[in-house]
């Protein structure tokens, strides 16, 4: 039977009080949900009931039936992908904002959605030390609130193919192609599945950190010319997905400067955070960002102390979004849309209804300050500090590339009589990150630079301290000891 | 200073008796929001705080600045767009999915998230009655969960495309049409500006209903592909929405029998809620979309009792879905999804990461049942009936189309010595409308069908009753007599 208000009042507190539950007890639990495929659809009748059931017992479900099949990504000892944000704040602004259930696509529809996207943008930006062309207020350009890192570059990737199309209306689609390098997010191959466009993957270099480099994009860029094909956008990255590499955004600047047709967006979907701290803007290239970008994405709701999703997506020049995406149907007309006096924030991105994103954002803004905010990405570094530092001085484990703000990749190297090969170290990684993988109690993902298996550690979970970073590092040693051993076993006897 | 976790529990009690206490004074207050643009930022600080503030003032502010500048979607006097399900239970289930914060993309990352949705899908499959062929436990078919109609309606577009060309390599994109008709929602001209392709807007007539007709869809693909060109998508609707229409599913998919490579989307988004309900199916078209659809979307959150976002769509074969989008890099690569014992949804939609939307469907349909939800849109299709009633007995108002399901078009059409031409009905209407528009104690919105200005009203919202509809239709008949007046007294004096 459905709720009335004062039975929600009550279940609303039931839950309140499960989700304290849940972080009293978060670090005891497995990290790691140990369900196997198809648990859940066994433990559900085939049908939705036909009469309503006693919410109650909906509830004691999730507990019974949800719970156990989550992996728990707020666990302090979660290491694995990057992490996603969730604070206490978060939430609150998420349950006001699906309280009223306001789809927010224009600002007629409900003011107050648009109004505090366009300050909170504002409040970012200036957080992150953007350049203040990125700002609503500069009228030009402005910021926008998106679902995730691969929604944004999607976006920018319409908008510029669009910009180029004006530019030069006789080119084919078929010629057109997207740049990105070979430690872009999958965002990038994904968009050119989406768009149906080429895209072509730059290589980058284990000495230049995996970094894009001037000199090889303008190679590129010339190389594609004389075929006739033209590239259109190159998406750079500060903080990559497996290695946490950041693009010399400088050099691609400078180079883009003679191709005004190329659009240049900036993802730095987790590392875009470490721009609320001064002492992080240089190595994460802020002067080049703010000289050079066309548009720049961070997400929130990774490294941000704000739930999923809050992918925040600054322009320079707000018609660049608006000429590639404004359709206005008659039912979509008001008074206010039509003098421009206001934004309608359905013409900045691909879809048309939208969650309330920014109020989760300004809670957390305003409950932990910018100073609160700082404070949280510094314990992050300084806990990936301390991890580095026991792979730096162990004798079994080294870097593959040097670490990056919260983030370390390393493998297995034991010292050995004779220097290992690439493929035996990979087989051996590979053994040592199966076993690891099989652990309940820590989680890491893997990766591979440049056909190098490696592993990845990331930090980011606000309850993680120096314990839990010690217990991972006690774990590996552990696991490595037996993946030495069981790796040697396979080994074929003439090596012996 | 950041909550910790007994500050949250009184904090997230605060919020509960807040969202009580919205909800007990909803109705007194006035659905329109009276604010003007610009008056947020007037009222916020221009920086983020850089010390934590109390989070009691944080939460104070929501009621003070916010919600005054909110349009109430739940207010029972709320007839415009259509309505955003908002329920008790949806708000819980979102809660809960909040709490954890994990993104969902693939099987292992948290294995309830992909389990659940996978029975949801099934059980609103069933309830709906849909093929067995789009259940997910066919192994072949399957549904997943979209942000809107929009994304879904992208999603498919983006797939058959990736179909066509697979069965067409040599044809260039430049040739490649998308079809929709004048009625399809603006999803299919924005996906046309996204995908850069061709969008070719069918006409449909009066009357027809305004629905798309198999001899007029088989005269264009026979004009187009006689150019060269190629649709490789026909997006049909069930329930338009300026007016409800439904095209004629059975004919269309019989002319694409002979056009294999023509990909058919419905996009039921609004209406197809409808298909809960056995006495609904034939006029929603049910035996066609089982019979013809690719594909085939509702929304769960427009008029389903769930709160956004909760777009659900089915389609008869997911490797068509998988083909076009599946990209797996290293750092997501699992021992589960390599051995494809288990579903990655992030390769059925256009992102990676993804909100845990399923629990507050499968919250929402426990509690409800599905008594109880038919129970719901049967009130919302009577109380509609109700309205329609006073349209059709009035001396002023006229239906523009019949009555759709819960959604009235209608204008003024005064008794008038002479008929009224277009041009003059219209101007009049405008009139009309934008006094009606004016009023903060109801809202309608306006749309034109084939030229003619016209007036929607969309019951949906879970607390109008027939109160609400008899007080509509009386604002309508005060606004109308003034509209009639003003609009006299601008005719030139020739006519007088």
Redesign the interface.
Known sequence: ???D?????K???K???R??D???SLHAKPVV?Q?Q?????EA?P????????D?D???DD?QK??????????HPSFF??FP?????????G???A??????GFN???????T??E??VM???A??LGLNPEFYNTSGRGGGVMM?????SA?TAI?AA??RF?RLNPTI???NLVIYVTSQTH??G??AG????LQVRVLDVKEEDAFALRGESLRTVIEEDREKGKRPFILVVTVGS??SGAIDRIDEAGHVLKEYPDIWLHVDAAWAGMTLVCPEFRERAQLEAINEYATSFCTNF?KWGLV???ASTLWVRDRTLLTD??D?T?????T??GDEG??IDYRNWH????R?FRS?KV??V?????????RGYIRKCISLNNQFASYIRDSPDFAFVTQPSFALTVFRLEPKMPEPLSLQSLNSLNRIFYSRL?ARHDVLL????LNGVFCI?LAVGAARTDDTHIKHAYDVMVEEALVAINTWRETLPAATD
Not at 5 to 9: G, K
Not at 365 to 373: D, M, P, Q
Request: hydrophobic share 40%; charged share 15%; with cysteine.
């Open positions: 039977m459905p709720l208000i004062e039975e929600f009042r279940a609303g507190y839950a309140i009080d989700i304290c849940y972080y009293y949900s369900v495929p198809g648990y859940l659809r559900l085939e049908n939705a009931p036909e009469h309503g059931e919410f017992n909906v509830q999730y039936l949800i719970v156990p099949g989550l992996t728990h990504w707020q694995a992908y996603t944000a969730c604070t206490f704040e978060g939430i609150l998420d349950l006001y699906s309280s009223t259930s306001n789809p600002w007629a529809c409900s003011p107050a959605c109004e505090l366009a300050v504002d409040w970012t200036k957080l679902t995730s890192a691969s929604d999607l319409v193919r669009s199309i084919p689609l078929n999958s965002l191959l994904k599945l989406v768009l149906g997905t497996s709701h739930n999923f999703d590639a995406l359709i149907p008659e039912f979509l007309r008074k206010h006096t206001v691909l879809g048309l209804g969650r109020l300004w809670f803004l305003r409950s932990y300050g910018a100073e609160g905010f993988s993902t893997q990766t591979q990845r």
